[in-house]
């Protein structure tokens, strides 16, 4: 009884480990194939609503997306 509690936090503290690494493999992928938001998509999207944005327009969005990142 005792080998098996053993074998179990064994096995599920291994589990933990490599989902981590895992999971952290695949975000780290996902980032690099998709980048977050800059400043250039920022402009498309402003130009697109019929707007030309200014530089210190696009500086005032790109610190509001990174306070609530």
Do not use: D, W
């Amino acid at each position: 009884m005792g080998k098996l509690i053993l074998y179990l936090v064994i096995g599920l503290i291994i589990g933990l480990i490599i989902g981590f690494l895992l999971c952290r493999f695949l975000v780290k992928k996902q980032m690099t194939k998709n980048p977050p938001i800059n400043e250039k998509m920022i402009e498309a999207m402003m130009s697109s609503m019929g707007r030309k944005p200014s530089q210190k327009q696009v500086k005032q969005v790109m610190n509001q997306m990174n306070r609530y990142k």
